[in-house]
């Protein structure tokens, strides 16, 4: 019989479903323990996936490692505790898929850097967009020039994040980190600097919490190495979902929409391309990462990207405490 990864859950809120039902057609994959500080929650949890019924159920993730055998874990749990948690687990051998972000300062980002390297493990975040079609292609048209060399980044997200966090912990910020800057638009920044490769140098950032102890509206101004721009716009209290991406560069546009991407190019003439790649990659952060533990393929979602995350985020907050340009730790 094939090898199965086994796996710990480590945190069974709404994300964690998501990792379950995206596991479940995985052949490879074997969930052999749920943790979480809520009995109330673990019962409902295993209450929508009753297949997951029977597995030992732990409060403590620790004991959790000390008495189910695994080979990774998925970890879903609040922001700050990110760190510690994968810290212990790759102390004791694990692989480990992390939900964004990774951490919430630069200073751990670095340090769970080296601890994986060092000992050889696998460590991943849960950027879905890395295998989004329309990003993916985004990625492959920068880097084969087609748009030229990359100039300006536009992004907007605009979501109603005040109003669905209200009495939650993502705004608490010794749980969160930080407002929906370091929740959501996570995955904004992420795929900014995926796509391009652009490292940030210097940003200034406008920040306004609403009352709250988090941000909730951040404007970014961000100056990368070789002096393209970025302008990015966080909108936590919109009245719902919208999200747009633009990558500018000396021959041409890429416009991502909706999961469309659209190329505009304007020579000879102005001409505009749906080119959405139909093409998919065929997973999602979870089968990628038994895949990759197996050595059937290599992690789409390395953690350096958690790291430049962290960094631009960091400077970010730096800017908006000071009023001042932030130079982007590196």
Request: proline letters at 5%; hydrophobic letters at 40%; charged letters at 25%.
């Amino acid at each position: 019989m094939a090898r199965r990864v086994k796996l710990g859950l480590i945190g069974c809120g709404g994300i964690m479903s998501m990792h379950v039902d995206q596991l479940a057609p995985v052949k490879a994959a074997k969930i052999v323990g749920l943790a979480d500080t809520s009995e109330d929650m673990l019962r409902r949890f295993v209450g929508r996936h009753p297949h997951l019924d029977g597995l030992p159920w732990f409060s403590d993730y620790r004991q959790m490692l000390k008495e189910v055998p695994m080979d990774g874990v998925i970890i879903a749990t609040p922001h700050t505790l990110h760190y510690e948690q994968t810290m212990t687990c790759m102390d004791r051998g694990l692989h480990v898929l992390v939900e964004k972000p990774m951490v919430c300062s630069v200073r751990h980002a670095k340090s769970v850097i080296r601890k994986s390297e060092r000992k050889g493990l696998i460590l991943m975040l849960a950027y879905q967009r890395h295998f989004s079609p329309a990003f993916r292609y985004a990625k492959q048209l920068v880097a084969e020039g087609k748009i030229g060399k990359v100039t300006f980044v536009q992004a907007l997200q605009a979501q109603e994040w005040l109003r669905g966090t209200t009495g939650t912990w993502r705004q608490d910020p010794t749980l969160s980190g930080g407002g929906q800057l370091n929740d959501s638009a996570s995955h904004l920044l992420d795929i900014i600097l995926w796509v391009t490769d652009l490292v940030p140098d210097t940003v200034y950032a406008e920040i306004n919490n609403r009352g709250t102890k988090v941000d909730i509206l951040s404007g970014l101004a961000v100056r990368f190495r070789g002096g393209a721009i970025g302008s990015l716009a966080v909108v936590g209290d919109a009245p719902s979902w919208w999200e747009e991406v633009t990558f500018y560069g000396d021959k041409g546009a890429l416009y991502v929409r909706d999961d469309r991407l659209l190329l505009q190019t304007a020579s000879p003439k102005v001409k505009t391309t749906d080119v959405t790649e139909r093409k998919r990659y065929r997973g999602d952060a979870d089968k990628n990462f038994v895949d990759s533990i197996l050595g059937r393929d290599e992690p789409q979602t390395p953690p350096i990207w958690g790291l430049r995350v962290t960094q631009l985020t960091e400077a970010a907050w730096e800017s908006g405490r000071t009023g001042k340009p932030a130079k982007v730790k590196h």
